[in-house]
């Protein structure tokens, strides 16, 4: 499977991560989700992997521009509904395709599991 990176191009957290990628010499494949939209398959697998609310962003700006009912989320299925109406609510980035799901940029998890 190819490591694709998915997050958007004026991300500091990207731009940290695809640097890190780089300078290792690993081969990605950098997903903007506001150019690639995320697919109901690929969230919903992330959403099996991880905890749902790890991958919902609830400190962005989009987050704070929902209504109180859009915010009301209480599981994998109304989160994923979200994320795909607003992507800009996926915490970013996400790394997929490593062996391992990373959400969010820390260069001790890259480490460990892309060596």
Same mark, same amino acid.
Request: hydrophobic share 40%; glycine share 8%; proline share 3%.
């Given at each position: 499977?190819?490591? @694709?990176?998915?997050?958007? @191009? ?9 640097? /890190? ?24 697998? /992330? ?15 989009? /987050? ?6 859009? @915010? ?44």
């Amino acid at each position: 499977m190819t490591i @694709k990176l998915y997050g958007l @191009k004026n991300c500091d957290s990207c731009r940290s991560a695809r640097g /890190w990628l780089d300078g290792h010499g690993v081969d990605y494949l950098f997903m903007d989700i506001r150019e690639h939209a995320l697919d109901a398959a690929t969230l919903a697998r /992330w959403c099996r992997a991880i905890d749902w609310s790890v991958l919902l962003n609830r400190r962005s700006t989009t /987050w704070r521009s929902l209504s109180e009912p859009e @915010k009301q989320v209480g599981d994998a299925a109304g989160a994923c509904r979200l994320m795909l109406e607003h992507p800009t609510l996926l915490k970013r980035p996400v790394l997929d395709g490593a062996g391992e799901l990373l959400v969010g940029f820390r260069a001790d998890e890259y480490t460990r599991v892309l060596g």
